[in-house]
């Protein structure tokens, strides 16, 4: 038997050190910017491999330097609730989960895609430490990883770095580079219209970008933006205090 438990205890061993190392990797970043996330690191050799130079567009710019517009346009189209949760949202969890049941009931075969109900930190876990490949293993990953954000850094720097580190379309990674690409301008100028456009963009940013990405289903963009421009003015971009704990 102890040759069965010693590959185990290896095993377990190094699933914890992996989580000490995202830990302390997520640490750092109370005070230092990511330079780049995996999903990043990975389109860039997907669009680059060993070329010197190529077309991936990315810079940082501050919190405080990105327009409220921008700000209130993505939480409408990825997660209204964001500053409210502790980064998941059950019952979007519990739907994802009936609706690839139900699929993989249908088609008979074994599940490897995975529909999402993806919170803003989920999505930041997945992009910044794990693979495109979508299973329930890596899923599991996931949602450790955004315990971890959750429990380290505000929700103000998880915005911040989520923004600066998001797709908005082919080689165009955060707010800086979405804003300059499209428009021209700096993130703290986005009027209303032009962050909801960039808002509506997140779903599925190459197709925002490039017509050829469509091929495989198109999202309506012009709704999608309707609907976020109606939506803008009731999120808060703040944690809204706990009246119960106000008067104590």
């Known amino acids: 038997m102890r040759w069965l438990l010693y590959p185990l205890k290896c095993f377990l061993c190094g699933i914890v050190v992996m989580q000490l190392y995202f830990a302390i990797q997520i640490a750092l970043w109370i005070s230092l910017d990511p330079s780049s996330t995996a999903f990043q690191r990975a389109e860039h050799w997907r669009l680059c491999s060993w070329h010197w130079s190529c077309a991936v567009e990315s810079s940082w710019t501050p919190y405080s330097k990105i327009s409220n517009n921008l700000k209130r346009a993505v939480l409408v189209s990825e997660d209204d609730i964001f500053f409210q949760h502790k980064g998941v949202r059950v019952e979007d969890m519990q739907k994802a989960w009936e609706k ?7 088609s008979g075969k074994p599940k490897t895609a995975l529909r999402g109900g993806s919170t803003i930190t989920q999505q930041l876990a997945k992009n910044l430490f794990l ?5 329930y293993f890596r899923k599991g990953q996931e949602l450790i990883i955004t315990g971890l954000l959750e ?22 990674f955060g707010i800086g580079a979405a804003a300059n690409h499209y428009y ?6 986005l ?3 032009q962050a909801a456009a960039l808002a509506s963009a997140l ?3 190459k197709c925002f970008d490039k017509q050829h990405y469509c ?6 963009y012009t709704a999608r933006q309707e609907f976020i421009l109606d939506n803008m003015e009731r999120v808060a971009l703040a944690p809204i205090p706990n009246p119960s704990k106000k008067s104590k």
């Open 151 to 172: 429990l380290i850094l505000s929700k103000q720097r998880l915005y911040e770095i989520y923004l600066n580190s998001v797709e908005w379309g082919e080689g165009i």
């Open 203 to 205: 779903p599925a940013p």
């Open 100 to 106: 690839n049941q139900q699929k993989l009931q249908s």
């Open 184 to 189: 021209a301008t700096s993130p703290a100028n």
């Open 191 to 193: 009027d209303r219209d």
């Open 215 to 220: 091929l495989r289903g198109s999202i309506n």
């Open 131 to 135: 693979s495109s490949e979508q299973n």
